[in-house]
T-cell receptor
Framework: DGGITQSPKYLFRKEGQNVTLSCEQN?????MYWYRQDPGQGLRLIYY???????QKGDIAEGYSVSREKKESFPLTVTSAQKNPTAFYLC????????????FGPGTRLTVL | GNSVTQMEGPVTLSEEAFLTINCTYT??????LFWYVQYPGEGLQLLLK?????DKGSNKGFEATYRKETTSFHLEKGSVQVSDSAVYFC???????????FGKGTMLLVSP
């Protein structure tokens, strides 16, 4: 089955530690995205990538980093510079720049203790 | 900038009641409009979409019509079920620039 996988579903880290969230897709989509979801806040865009080896900052990129070395993979690192990292993180993908429908993974809930 | 405004939740209904969740947007030009649904603890699923004015998106008994004149995309369902309990997000994007702008979400709770 084609789809987007995110792992792990729940992640706990100590304050001050960097942590990397995984996102893999086998839909052959060019574009991938990371969103952060907080209660009552909707979704906010962190980073997006339209093609391999290229990515752009979204609305709330500070304290986060990404890489796009393979088409299928778009890992997100939450660094110690992110002041309030506890949230639900959602990865998405779309066919490319010229399409508008995004498909979402199941999400990773990160809790920083 | 672009923005999407949804009605505050939670919306609480009895099974078989009629549902309306209001969504209005502020944007230039002609964005595409979407409704996504999120079940507890899960990611978002695309529910329906409309890409131009007067288009009606529909899926699983839900409908929404793209109203350019009122900049709205209200979600409706004639008879809700307990299994429809979820958070519903309205969103917009532009073809050629596919990042989504989301509303804050509206929680729907349906009781038997």
């Amino acid at each position: 089955d084609g789809g987007i996988t995110q792992s792990p579903k729940y992640l706990f880290r100590k304050e001050g530690q960097n942590v990397t969230l995984s996102c893999e897709q086998n839909l052959n989509h060019d574009a991938m995205y990371w969103y952060r979801q907080d209660p009552g806040q909707g979704l906010r865009l962190i980073y997006y990538s339209q093609i391999v080896n290229d990515f752009q900052k979204g609305d709330i990129a500070e304290g986060y980093s990404v890489s796009r070395e393979k088409k299928e993979s778009f890992p997100l690192t939450v660094t110690s510079a992110q002041k309030n990292p506890t949230a639900f993180y959602l990865c998405a993908s779309s066919i490319g720049l010229d399409t508008d429908t995004q498909y979402f993974g199941p999400g990773t809930r990160l809790t920083v203790l | 900038g672009n923005s999407v405004t949804q009605m505050e939740g939670p919306v609480t209904l009895s099974e078989e009641a009629f549902l309306t969740i209001n969504c209005t947007y502020t944007a230039t030009g002609y964005p595409s409009l979407f409704w996504y649904v999120q079940y507890p603890g899960e990611g978002l699923q695309l529910l329906l979409k409309a890409t131009k004015a007067d288009d009606k998106g529909s899926n699983k008994g839900f409908e929404a019509t793209y109203r350019k004149e009122t900049t709205s995309f209200h979600l409706e369902k004639g008879s809700v079920q307990v299994s429809d309990s979820a958070v519903y997000f309205c969103a917009l994007s532009y073809t050629g620039y596919s990042t989504l702008t989301f509303g804050k979400g509206t929680m729907l709770l349906v009781s038997p």
